[in-house]
T-cell receptor, first 114, second 113 residues
Framework: DQQVKQNSPSLSVQEGRISILNCDYT??????FLWYKKYPAEGPTFLIS?????DKNEDGRFTVFLNKSAKHLSLHIVPSQPGDSAVYFC?????????????FGTGTLLAVQP | GAGVSQSPSNKVTEKGKDVELRCDPI?????LYWYRQSLGQGLEFLIY????????KSGLPSDRFSAERTGGSVSTLTIQRTQQEDSAVYLC???????????FGEGSWLTVV
C-alpha cells in the first residue's frame, strides 16, 4: 500500500524555467510534509517542509504547495539550475502519531538542461 | 559530529555472513531512524528509536534484521545470514525529537555476493 506516490519517475526542464514536482498521498492523518533532494552516492538532504495548517511555504527558489482536499503537494523550483539535477523525494508523517516516521515516495529524477 | 555519521560506507560480504552497520546521530537528537533504498526503489522505513527504545519495528523485513541503540546515541543495525536481496544502501537519520525534520547520513552501501 503506497501511501505516498510520485507518479512521475523523471522530469526534464531547461535551465531558467520552472520545475514542478508532484506528490500525492492517501492517508488523511498526515499533517507534515517534506521534500528531500538526493544526489548519487549521497544521503538525502532536507529541502523544505510544510505543516498541514499552511498551504504554501517558500524558501528562496523553492516553494511547496499543499492542497489538503486533493491530498496533493507540489514543489516548485524557480528558476531551475543545472545543480538542481537530482532525485527528489516527497515524504509525509503524522506528527501526533505513535512513531512520527516519514513515509517516502519513490522519487522523481529531475534533469535540468543547460 | 556535525552530521549523522555512518560506517562502514561500503561493505561487500558473502551470502550467509552477518553484518553490522553503525550509526552515530547528530548530538542531542533523541529520535533515530533506519531506512534502506534498494536499486531503483524508494526509501523504505525499517525501524525507529526514541531514546533507546524502538516503538516501531514494523519495517524490518525479517527476523534476520535487528537493531539496537545504546546511551540514547549510537545505533547498530545487524543483518544475520545475509541474502543477495539484502543488497541496498542503508540510511540512518536522526531528528531532535520525533515529528521534527530528520537528517540523513551518507548511507552504508551493502553488497551481498
Amino acid at each position: 500500500d503506497q501511501q505516498v506516490k510520485q507518479n512521475s519517475p523523471s522530469l526534464s526542464v531547461q535551465e531558467g524555467r520552472i520545475s514542478i514536482l508532484n506528490c500525492d498521498y492517501t492517508n488523511s492523518m498526515f499533517d507534515y510534509f517534506l521534500w528531500y533532494k538526493k544526489y548519487p552516492a549521497e544521503g538525502p538532504t532536507f529541502l523544505i517542509s510544510i505543516s498541514s495548517i499552511k498551504d504554501k511555504n517558500e524558501d528562496g527558489r523553492f516553494t511547496v504547495f499543499l492542497n489538503k482536499s486533493a491530498k496533493h503537494l507540489s514543489l516548485h523550483i524557480v528558476p531551475s539550475q543545472p545543480g538542481d539535477s537530482a532525485v527528489y523525494f516527497c515524504a509525509a508523517s503524522r506528527r501526533g502519531g505513535a512513531t512520527n516516521k516519514l513515509i517516502f515516495g519513490t522519487g522523481t529524477l529531475l534533469a535540468v538542461q543547460p | 559530529g556535525a552530521g549523522v555519521s555512518q560506517s562502514p560506507s561500503n561493505k561487500v560480504t558473502e551470502k550467509g555472513k552477518d553484518v553490522e552497520l553503525r550509526c552515530d546521530p547528530i548530538s542531542g537528537h533523541t529520535a533515530l531512524y533506519w531506512y534502506r533504498q534498494s536499486l531503483g526503489q524508494g526509501l523504505e522505513f525499517l525501524i525507529y528509536f526514541q531514546g533507546n527504545s524502538a516503538p516501531d519495528k514494523s519495517g524490518l523485513p525479517s527476523d534476520r534484521f535487528s537493531a539496537e541503540r545504546t546511551g540514547g546515541s549510537v545505533s547498530t543495525l545487524t543483518i544475520q545470514r545475509t541474502q543477495q536481496e539484502d543488497s541496498a544502501v542503508y540510511l540512518c537519520a536522526s531528528s531532535l525529537w520525533a515529528g521534527n525534520t530528520i537528517y540523513f547520513g551518507e548511507g552504508s552501501w551493502l553488497t551481498v555476493v
